[in-house]
Every structure is written in C-alpha cells, then in structure tokens.
C-alpha cells in the first residue's frame, strides 16, 4: 500500500521560510513524477512544483526564485523549501507521486496524479 506523509507545516510571519517534507511508503522511490500543490481555502488545488526521476523540475511563476523542489532517494522523501513566504502562501500543501508523462506542475497533470499525501497546512500572516 502506498503512503505519503506530509511534514514541516507550520505558522510563520510573512519573508519567513518553511521545509516541508514527505516520506514515501509502500513502493519504493522509483516514481517517474512527483510534486507539491497546494489548496487555498475556496480554491481549486494547483500545482506549485514538480521533480521527475531524473532530478529534473519545474515550478509555477508564482514560486519560482522562492521554493525549490528536491528529493533524497536513499531516505524516500521529497522536499519543499520555501523562502520568502507571502501571505498568498497560505494553503494546505500537498505531495503526490505517480507515472506521469508530462511531470509539470499544471491543472491538467494534478488531476491525474493518483496517489497523494493527508497535506499540512501553512500560513504566512502579515
């Protein structure tokens, strides 16, 4: 069975940074796709960014130059580092894994990831 466990979520004041991790079970670490979105409240979930098998990423406009995607193979966790967070920040973050041909971050591939975390919620206050 397989399980993603979100982490790091937490309050911070806006510029503030946050890592959130997540631990991949049940299948190993051998996703071709993984990523981070995320759901405001009110909000249809969107992508924020993707990371391929081979290290390779993309980010939405919105993030890029602040969030950086990556991943440890040998501990089964992929991360998100944000910096410079803003108070438009604040959603519930989520990561996904799945066998994804594009992997990027937009509408039409966060529909079709089918395995996805529980989420950990971020807020950014001003």
């Known amino acids: 069975q397989v399980q993603l466990v979100e982490s790091g979520g937490g309050s911070v004041q806006s510029g503030g940074s946050l890592r959130l991790s997540c631990v991949v079970s049940?299948?190993?670490?051998?996703?071709?796709?993984m990523g981070w979105f995320r759901q405001a409240p009110g909000k249809e979930r969107e992508g924020v960014a993707t990371?391929?098998?081979?290290?390779?990423?993309s980010y939405v406009d919105f993030v890029k130059g602040r969030f950086t995607i990556s991943k440890d193979n040998a501990k089964n966790t992929l991360y998100l580092q944000m910096n410079s967070l803003k108070p438009e920040d604040t959603a519930v973050y989520y990561c996904?894994?799945?066998?994804?041909?594009?992997?990027?971050?937009?509408?039409?591939?966060?529909?079709?990831?089918?395995?996805w975390g529980q989420g950990t919620q971020v807020t950014v206050s001003s």
């Open positions: 990371i391929e098998r081979d290290g390779t990423t």
């Open positions: 996904a894994a799945d066998f994804l041909i594009p992997c990027r971050p937009t509408t039409e591939v966060t529909t079709a990831f089918h395995y």
């Open positions: 049940g299948y190993g670490f051998s996703w071709n796709c």
